[in-house]
Each structure stands twice: as structure tokens, then as C-alpha cells.
């Protein structure tokens, strides 16, 4: 009963792409199309997945949406269009476009060092000697400071938590930082502050190394603004996009449209439900157990529909429904190669995202210019600004061995283009 209440109470706000039901598929040949349906069933079938959350918009309209499979397998409850997923590093372009609203406003600089508005980051050192047995270090001091567009992107020297290196997942354990799925109470502002003390894995501006650099942004939001980052998100940016799903801390009237995550077993390979403790350190109750923390780089949950209204911003250069939150040419910086000459594979980062290059077009057939990302739990998304598209596929599982199936969502929908 609730799961109707909810879909006529969406259905009648037809003003919002994340509101709309009805498919708009004219620019898309219907039979290609239905090579997704094949696809995504097929890893269903072959007990690679549980379920899944389809979308691509085209003109600011939904050409394709579907929901697949099971939500929770064991409960034969079956996946919707509404369900609600923990979208992880998804947050992190949420985390940019707030700082980039806030540099629009002159609070700061990209170029400023971050230690200008959160003094633990003055002075950094560099990891130099690193002893395993008790994770203790030496350290050497860094070439130069670390940049608010060092962390915009992850050239800061930064490493990450749980994930990253053995030795930089040593260091942070040792000091308690997380990476944003936190099991125990916590502030944004204490970790940022206890994590500017330690060493960096690399100097300011040398490479491109993923880190917790988003959520140091994070913190710079709350301190430029004066606004904790879960307010500043759902005024400055949730609210202007009707996105209405998404939370840090989600209410428990929603908690039942929460996806089940799933996890890989170790011999067959099969999915298996989530349980605390599956990544050690770390809990996947994360939007429901009251911890506090708001990580900047992975704190979020939301639908696929939220999500795609979020990507109607870039395509749109910056506006929404009429709502300019953004400049067009601060959307033209973010979506710039922002690492020079800095390896990322074929492709380039901006601000935000990764950005497809001539070179990265002729791999799936992403027009150049493209963003796109996604999160640990495997969500992923990409824009074209070019085509006026968006790609959208939601999961809930890690470790997932069949990824290559982002891969060839993306070749399935560009091949059914008109």
C-alpha cells in the first residue's frame, strides 16, 4: 500500500524528470533498445546479479526505464523503480558541484591551499619509510601545499582508507579515519582535522591517486558556507532538483524501499546477502545507523531517478527547470580536463568526474566530452552532453566480478540511438 500511495504521489508531480513515469523513446530504434532487457535479465539468470535499476533520458525525458530481478532474493521481494540505493562515491560529484557553487560566490579560490580554511592541512609531509609490522612511519615535508583543486581532482597525495594501499589503509586504521561507510559515531570536522596530521602517499599535484580527498571538500563546504553538509546539500541542491530521495541519513519512513546489498561468495562466486562485517571496519547500515558522519566522498544514498535530475544540470550547462545553479561556464570548467598531462587511462577528470576523450570515444562509443562515474556498491552513471543523454545503472553488490556489464550497458544504449 505505501509503495502506491507513493507512485500516484509521483505521478502527479509530472514537472520533474525524476517524476516522470512515461517513456519517451522516439529518438531510440524500440527493438535495439530491448537488447537491455536481454542483457540485464541474462546476469539474472546466470546468477550474477539479484536485480537492477535501468535509465536513460534523452532531452530531459526518460527513453528507457526499467526495474529487474529481486531487491532481496531470499524475501522473493521484488526490485522497483523507487528503490532506494547506497550510491557511495556517487556523492562525490555532489560534494564538487557544492564546492564550485561556493567558489561561484567568491568564498575561495582553487588555487588557494586548503590549509587556509582548515589549518591541520598546513605544512604536509609525504610518507617516506613504512614499517608493516607496527604501521609506523617517517615522513619527509611535501614539495608544496595541497590546493583546493588538488582535492577537486584526487592530485592531492591523499590516500584512502580501506581501500587504497596496504600501507595508506594501515596508517589511516591506525588513526581511526574511515572511508564513509562508518561504524561507530562520528564528525565530518574530526576526521578532516585528524586526517590533515597524517602523511600523504604522494606529493600535492604529482599523480592522480583516488583518496579521501572529497571528503576534505566536504569539510571545506561546511566551514565556507557555515552549513553543515547534509543542510547545505538539501537546500542548495536537493531541493532545487526535486531530489527528494536523497540522504545521508535516511528516515525510516523510506527504510523499506532501502536495496539489499549483496556480496560475492568466495568459492562460486554467487551473490550472497550483506552482513556487518563483510568489509572489515566498516557497516552497511551506514544511512540507518544514526552515525553522523557526512562523507563528503561516499556518505549518500538516493533513487536512479534523483540521480539523473542531478545529471540533467550538466547536460543542461548548469540549469534545471529554469533554475540556474550553476554557471555555464563553471560547468564548462568542471567539465575541462583539469590533470593536464596526468595518466587516467584514454580518458581525462575535470572537476567532479571523469571526462571521455577522442580517445575514449572510440572505446564504447561515448561521445567525447562525456562525464560519468560511479559508486563501491556498483551504481554508475555517464552524461552526454553532446547527445543529450544520460546512462544510468543501479546495483547493490562488491565485489562484483561481472562489472564488464556497465560496460555493455553503454554499448546498448548508444546502439540503439536513431
Not at 502527479?12 to 524500440?30: N, Y
Not at 522497483?80 to 540505493?85: E, N, P, Q, R, V
Request: charged fraction near 20%; charge should be positive; include cysteine.
Amino acid at each position: 500500500m505505501k509503495r502506491i500511495i507513493l507512485f500516484l504521489s509521483i505521478t502527479t508531480m509530472c514537472l520533474s524528470l525524476h517524476a516522470q513515469q512515461t517513456v519517451h523513446s522516439g529518438a531510440f530504434h524500440p527493438e535495439r533498445l530491448a537488447r537491455i532487457d536481454r542483457v540485464v535479465q541474462s546476469y539474472i539468470d546466470s546468477n550474477w546479479i539479484v536485480g537492477a535499476v535501468c535509465l536513460v533520458t534523452k532531452d530531459g525525458k526518460p527513453a528507457y526505464f526499467k526495474a529487474f530481478g529481486m531487491d532481496d532474493k531470499e524475501k522473493a521481494r521484488p526490485m522497483h523503480k523507487d528503490a532506494i540505493f547506497r550510491i557511495a562515491s556517487q556523492t562525490k560529484a555532489i560534494t564538487s558541484t557544492a564546492v564550485m557553487m561556493l567558489w561561484e560566490e567568491g568564498k575561495f579560490l582553487l588555487d588557494d591551499p586548503v590549509s587556509k580554511y582548515i589549518p591541520s592541512f598546513a605544512r604536509p609531509k609525504v610518507l617516506d619509510k613504512f614499517n608493516e609490522k607496527d604501521s609506523s612511519y617517517t615522513s619527509l615535508p611535501a614539495k608544496r601545499e595541497i590546493t583546493i583543486r588538488d582535492l577537486l581532482t584526487h592530485t592531492s597525495g591523499l590516500g584512502y582508507a580501506q581501500i587504497g594501499s596496504a600501507k595508506m589503509q594501515a596508517i589511516y586504521a591506525k588513526a581511526g579515519i574511515q572511508a564513509g561507510f562508518s561504524d561507530h559515531k562520528q564528525l565530518l570536522a574530526d576526521a578532516v582535522n585528524k586526517l590533515g596530521t597524517l602523511p600523504l602517499e604522494y606529493n600535492p599535484g604529482e599523480r592522480f591517486n583516488y583518496s579521501l580527498s572529497i571528503d576534505v571538500l566536504g569539510r571545506l563546504v561546511e566551514v565556507a558556507s557555515g552549513m553543515s553538509l547534509d543542510r547545505f546539500f538539501a537546500e542548495r541542491i536537493f531541493a532545487p532538483l526535486g531530489m527528494n530521495d536523497t540522504y545521508f541519513h535516511l528516515p525510516e519512513t523510506k527504510r523499506s524501499r532501502l536495496v539489499t546489498a549483496y556480496t560475492e561468495d568466495v568459492k562460486n562466486r554467487k551473490p550472497i546477502k550483506w552482513v556487518d562485517g563483510t568489509f572489515p571496519g566498516s557497516s552497511i547500515n551506514y544511512p540507518v545507523n544514526n552515525n553522523g558522519y557526512l562523507a563528503g566522498g561516499a556518505g549518500l544514498v538516493s533513487t536512479i531517478t534523483d540521480y539523473a535530475a542531478f545529471l540533467q544540470l550538466f547536460i543542461n550547462k548548469g540549469n534545471y527547470q529554469g533554475k540556474q545553479l550553476l554557471a555555464r561556464h563553471t560547468v564548462d570548467v568542471m567539465t575541462r580536463n583539469q590533470i593536464g598531462d596526468i595518466s587516467l587511462g584514454d580518458d581525462k577528470f575535470g572537476i567532479g568526474f571523469q571526462l571521455t576523450t577522442a580517445k575514449g570515444s572510440g572505446k564504447l562509443g561515448l561521445s567525447e566530452g562525456s562525464i560519468s562515474w560511479g559508486g563501491f556498491f556498483a551504481t554508475s552513471y555517464w552524461a552526454d552532453p553532446k547527445e543529450k543523454l544520460s546512462g544510468l545503472l543501479f546495483l547493490q553488490q562488491w565485489p562484483f566480478k561481472h562489472s564488464e556489464l556497465s560496460d555493455k550497458y553503454k554499448v546498448l544504449v548508444y546502439q540503439a540511438l536513431k
